[in-house]
């Protein structure tokens, strides 16, 4: 009884910490790991730093930059503008998502079949709701490309829908990008050794 009560609230802390509420989605990893890349530069110049602005861009900006070298880094991946055989450079975007399609929706028509008789109740009146129409999205991507001819090698793309557009909360920013970093590096091969 004990074990499966241990096994229960492990399976619940790792189902609740895959749903992020961020999409991420990498590109495959192929054509990175066959052109044996070790060194990197990035494709632009930092934002300068003391710039006072409310564009997320220069809060964003400082922690890509750190968060992307580090998760490099620790794949043996080298910063070093002189031998870099590939670029890193990223896009932040905003986008626009339709509401996710009705459970109810067959994969012929997207209109919900009609159930006789069936009670809806006020949670899927929620979700109907929540879920329905176009909702604004914070988009990044990664994009690596070779240096030689400057054709993209590797690309990840993490998508987040924005709950609340005139909260920009910095230490918030920091916090999931770390996280989501992580996440959108973990396909990527291990440098090859030397």
Do not use: H
């Not at 909702?135 to 690596?144: G, S």
């Not at 005139?166 to 990527?188: E, G, H």
């Amino acid at each position: 009884m004990r074990i499966t009560k241990i096994v229960a609230y492990g399976l619940l802390s790792l189902t609740l910490l895959a749903c992020s509420g961020v999409e991420i989605q990498p590109a495959d990893t192929d054509r990175f790991a066959s052109g044996s890349y070790r060194f990197y530069q990035w494709r632009t110049e930092p934002l300068p730093s003391d710039v006072r602005s409310s564009d997320p861009a220069y809060a964003i900006d400082p922690v890509m930059r750190r968060e992307i070298n580090a998760d490099l880094m620790s794949k043996g991946y080298v910063l070093n503008s002189e031998r870099a055989q590939f670029t890193v450079g990223y896009i932040l975007m905003n986008g626009m998502i339709t509401g996710a399609t009705s459970d109810l929706a067959s994969n012929i028509s997207p209109y919900p079949r009609v159930t006789p008789n069936r009670q809806i109740d006020q949670a899927s009146v929620d979700n109907a709701i929540a879920l329905g129409g176009v909702k604004e999205t914070n988009n990044i991507i990664i994009q690596f490309n070779d240096k030689t001819n400057n054709q993209e090698i590797w690309s990840v793309t993490l998508t987040k829908i924005i709950e609340d557009a005139n909260n920009i909360d910095t230490s918030r920013i920091n916090k999931n990008l770390t996280q989501y970093l992580k996440r959108a590096f973990k396909s990527l091969p291990q440098a090859p050794s030397s």
